[in-house]
């Protein structure tokens, strides 16, 4: 049973990335999924969340408007979409599945953005 984050990186300032989560060994379609990040110094927070089948989703006030969360449960992914990057959004994110939200079951490894002025 893993989640596997990937798709962070270096941007720049006003730049965008689309961060992945896979599941494997498990059906991810059953599962709330939710994406939270790690800043040094800071407490972990939860950007935003999307419900098993998709039709709710949630944003942290800090990324409403700027990031679009979305699933393939054919694929086991969870996407998260992430425009008019800021430096603030430099952190480690990382994914969680929950079978009954909000208590995650599942936890990824974390995948490292870094936001560059």
């Known amino acids: 049973v893993q989640l596997q984050a990937s798709g962070g990186g270096l941007v720049q300032v006003g730049g965008s990335l689309r961060l992945s989560c896979v599941a494997s060994?498990?059906?991810?379609?059953?599962?709330?999924v939710g994406w939270f990040r790690q800043a040094p110094g800071k407490e972990r927070e939860r950007v935003s969340c999307?419900?098993?089948?998709?039709?709710?989703?949630d944003y942290a006030d800090s990324v409403k408007g700027r990031s679009t969360i979305s699933r393939d449960n054919t694929k086991s992914t969870v996407y998260l979409q992430m425009n008019s990057l800021k430096p603030e959004d430099t952190a480690v994110y990382l994914c969680?599945?929950?079978?009954?939200?909000?208590?995650?079951?599942?936890w990824g490894q974390g995948t490292q953005v870094t936001v560059s002025s």
């Open positions: 969680a599945a929950a079978r009954e939200p909000p208590k995650y079951d599942y």
């Open positions: 060994g498990f059906s991810l379609r059953y599962h709330a």
């Open positions: 999307i419900s098993s089948s998709g039709d709710g989703t």
